[in-house]
């Protein structure tokens, strides 16, 4: 027999919401930093027990006065907002005023704190003085009201402890994850706020011991080899995408007409890229293709799927980039209002930033000034010299470690110097000397003019295939190329890309591009069986044709099967391999 409609008391409506703001002890975390950076902290330490359900965060943001105290665990209380209008304009990380109020439900929470600029408030009838003091000491009960304040001794910030975490949720304990996935989840989360707001000093206690600290930089650049130990900084491009350059792209895919809408709204947008070179860093997932609006880590599936497009056909087969996408956006552009956790959002003109982000990706792997840092350390070259010191009889001291420049813009000339076992050709450049693999890098020059022209042409001889399965038929028709029947098991084709119409083995070609895969498998596969075999004597005057087309091309690191093209070595690097700043004497030539 079903019961009536009933009212919830209070106490069951506050677990339920309470429990869906923080389902883990890394949402305790992630809401407690929040509010630190919200208060303009620049050093937050947080300190982690999982074993007794505790965490402590301490910050050096601006504090909070008596009169907040008492009220910062009070349901639904918040410094962020004020009224209706202000939900449209949110510029902080938290504002719904629940997680504070959410944790005085779920643990056993005391927050002490002192402002910057400390007020003479009267003590509260509870307080008990014992030293004088400016700052205070709150413990609150479960329904957020203060238990018990006093005045502490304390530096300007706010330190927020929350002990047995859940404990009136068993089934919340039991439900949670291991111990070490748990930690896994808590590191994440400050790793996703450093990188968001890189100017933090973060240092990260477990069980009272060290766990690990981040450094602060400029940018996300110099934030993201602490946490991907595997990545160093030259691996690195980063890009501020101007304004004026984010409402350019929205133009171009909305029209003119929306020109001048388009240029107001990315007045206030601008674009920050992070790139791993393709040629230097990849992952096995897709794990860190990450999104940041407005300071926060969020899931926005159409611009990471956009990223991923970007990377297409640079990358080795199942490698995934890394790629960090930080957009600041005028706040009436985006609605939080989708998860409590506010990592789903509703982003108004999600095609217009698609747009804006592809083409910021490709001008940021283009080879231009703007996108090469003047003296770079490339992994690989440091792996030849080691190679080179040990069949010598010196080392090189790990301090003069080489650097290398990346290629530079294309209005440079290359001159081309030789070419080497016929297959590498040796260029010379302002800044040092390049080796680049003639094959592949014909093989991107021919893969993106398939890209950019793809057309069939006429054979004068027609190519007969045999013994096509029904897979392979749709396949080769899938991508352009017609058949007619012609007898027995047996078909025509008379029209081939135009790379494959001049060579003897056409129909190898085709059985091969009928085995599988879209447009553009089919585009690669064609490059690479067109392009200059290696082995193959080039003229010089091939060589620098080659490497002339090779530097116009979009993505010239990496061929489309994600091979890299071209290694660089810069002359400052010659230079300290070969002792050049040893001064033994004008005598001897130095």
């Known amino acids: 027999m079903t019961q009536g409609i009933a ?24 809401e407690l930093v929040e509010n630190s950076l919200d208060a303009g902290a620049t050093r937050i330490t947080i300190a982690v027990w999982l074993d007794q ?59 002490a704190s002192r402002c910057i600029a400390a007020s003479n408030h009267p003590l509260p009838p509870t307080a008990e003085l014992s030293s004088p003091c400016e700052g205070w000491c709150a413990t609150y009960d479960r329904q957020g009201g203060v238990q018990h304040i006093e005045p502490v001794a304390i530096a300007p910030g706010t330190i927020v402890t929350a002990d047995q975490i859940f404990a009136n949720l068993p089934e919340r304990r039991q439900g949670l994850p291991a111990p070490a996935q748990q930690l896994r989840a808590i590191q994440l989360v400050i790793q996703h706020l450093a990188l968001a707001h890189p100017h933090v000093t973060w240092q990260v206690q477990q069980n009272d011991q060290d766990w690990f600290t981040l450094f602060p930089g400029k940018t996300a650049r110099q934030m993201l080899p602490q946490i991907l130990r595997n990545i160093q900084e030259s691996d690195l491009q980063e890009l501020s995408y101007p304004c004026s350059q984010v409402a350019l792209a929205a133009d171009r895919a909305a029209g003119e007409t929306a020109g001048e809408i388009s240029r107001q709204f990315a007045v206030k947008a601008p674009l ?84 804006a982000i592809a083409e910021a990706i490709d001008q940021t792997l283009r080879l231009h000034p703007g996108t090469i840092p003047d003296s770079l350390h490339s992994t690989r070259v440091g792996h030849l010299f080691k190679t080179a010191e040990m069949s010598g009889s010196y ?32 260029v010379e450049h302002p800044t040092g000397i390049w080796l680049i693999e003639q094959h592949i890098a014909h093989e991107r020059v021919l893969y993106e003019a398939l890209c950019d022209r793809w057309q069939l042409v006429p054979l004068a001889s027609p190519v007969i295939l045999n013994g096509l399965t029904s897979g392979q038929q749709e396949q080769l028709q899938r991508i352009g190329i ?77 061929c489309p099967h994600g091979r890299p093209i071209c290694l660089t070595l810069e002359e400052s690097s010659l230079a300290r391999f070969f002792r050049r700043h040893w001064m033994i004497g004008k005598s001897h030539g130095i």
């Open 482 to 558: 017609g058949l007619e029947p012609f007898g027995e098991q047996a078909w025509v084709v008379r029209e081939v890309p135009g790379l494959l119409a001049t060579r003897a083995d056409c129909a190898e070609a085709l059985l091969e591009l009928s085995l599988g895969g879209d447009l553009s498998a089919a585009q690669a596969a064609i490059a690479c069986r067109s392009a200059i075999r290696n082995g193959t004597p080039l003229t010089q005057t091939e060589m620098q044709d080659l490497v002339n087309q090779w530097q116009q091309t979009r993505n010239p690191r990496t």
């Open 53 to 111: 359900w505790r965490v402590r965060v301490a910050d050096n943001g601006a504090g909070m006065g008596l009169d907040d105290l008492a009220q910062a665990a009070a349901a639904h209380s918040t410094s962020k907002i004020r009224d209706r209008q202000d939900l449209r304009q949110i510029t902080s990380l938290g504002f719904r005023g629940e997680a504070l109020h959410s944790l005085a439900q779920l643990a056993n929470l005391q927050i």
């Open 272 to 355: 920050y890229l992070l790139l791993g070179l393709p040629d230097r860093c990849h992952r096995h997932r897709p794990d860190w293709v990450k999104i940041i609006v407005n300071g926060r880590f969020v899931q926005v599936p159409e611009l990471e799927q956009t990223v991923l497009t970007a990377f297409r056909r640079m990358l080795p087969r199942d490698r995934f980039p890394v790629c960090l996408v930080q957009l600041q956006i005028a706040p009436d552009q985006i609605d939080w209002h989708r998860h409590p956790a506010k990592t789903t959002i509703y982003l108004h003109d999600v095609e217009r930033w698609r747009t």
């Open 395 to 426: 080392s090189l001291a790990a301090a003069a470690a080489p650097t290398s420049p990346e290629p530079a813009s294309s209005q440079v000339p290359l001159q081309v110097l030789a070419q080497v076992h016929n297959t590498y050709i040796l």
């Open 7 to 30: 009212l919830l008391p209070d106490e069951v409506v506050n677990l339920i919401a309470a429990g869906e703001v923080l389902d883990a002890i890394a949402a305790v975390v992630r």
